[in-house]
């Protein structure tokens, strides 16, 4: 079966870490478009970083500096390392399989269930 | 960054009637623009990509439309398990960006 399963998710003080990990199964993440994308509770969605199939990484102006996304291409996943946690970074973080458009950029075409991150006091 | 708006934030409709839910961008975005259905308590499902094409599994009664700057969503007759909330993406534009959805719901 085609998935992905986010866990890592957690209750932090503010200027806290805390590590996301996403396991794939039924395809290979290192030749796709992988992406972290967040939901505040009760809000919309936000994209916040995605790994390219070369390697290049690219962030959110919101978290850019402070995460770090990577993948583990023996283990097949994917990971996000967070660092200097606001209140605002609460939300449930989705790992997402993207599509890439040639010459544009990516819709999502799997969602993992989610991991909820509270950045709290 | 490319701004979407949805319209109505909730739309309130009976089943078996038709819905059309609007995506506005703020600057053209082609046609690169998804939909995404989210029910409670679950992560959202892609519906609709490149602005008419469903994707794997989703029903005939899903379709969409537009390009530019203006796109719609619509089911033709809404069943029980439609009432949901939907959200727009365009990937024409870095970054890519959503939409902050528009709920169905029974009326």
């Known amino acids: 079966e085609v998935q992905v399963v986010e866990s890592g998710g957690g209750l932090v003080q503010p200027g806290g870490s805390l590590r996301l990990s996403c396991a794939a199964s039924?395809?290979?993440?290192?030749?796709?478009?992988m992406s972290w994308v967040r939901q505040a509770p009760g809000k919309g969605l936000e994209w916040v970083s995605v790994?390219?199939?070369?390697?290049?990484?690219y962030y959110a102006d919101s978290v850019k500096g402070r995460f770090s996304i990577s993948r583990d291409n023996s283990m097949n996943t994917l990971d996000l390392e967070m660092n200097s946690l606001k209140p605002e970074d609460t939300a449930v973080y989705y790992c997402?399989?993207?599509?890439?458009?040639?010459?544009?950029?990516?819709?999502?075409?799997?969602w993992g269930r989610g991991t909820l991150v509270t950045v709290s006091s | 960054e490319i701004v979407m708006t949805q319209s109505p934030a909730t739309l309130s409709l009976s089943p078996g009637e038709r819905a059309a839910l609007s995506c506005r961008a703020s600057?053209?975005?082609?046609?690169?623009l998804a939909w995404y259905q989210q029910k409670p308590g679950q992560s959202p499902r892609l519906l609709i990509s490149?602005?008419?094409t469903r994707a794997t599994g989703v029903p005939a009664r899903f379709s969409g439309s537009g390009s530019g700057t203006e796109f719609t969503l619509t089911i033709s007759s809404l069943q029980s398990e439609d009432f949901a909330v939907y959200y727009c993406?365009?990937?024409?534009?870095?970054?890519?960006?959503f939409g902050q959805g528009t709920k169905v719901e029974i009326k």
């Open positions: 600057q053209s975005v082609s046609s690169y």
């Open positions: 790994i390219y199939t070369g390697g290049g990484t």
């Open positions: 993406q365009q990937y024409n534009n870095w970054p890519t960006t």
């Open positions: 997402v399989k993207g599509t890439a458009v040639p010459g544009r950029y990516w819709y999502f075409d799997l």
């Open positions: 490149g602005a008419s």
């Open positions: 039924g395809f290979t993440v290192r030749n796709n478009y």
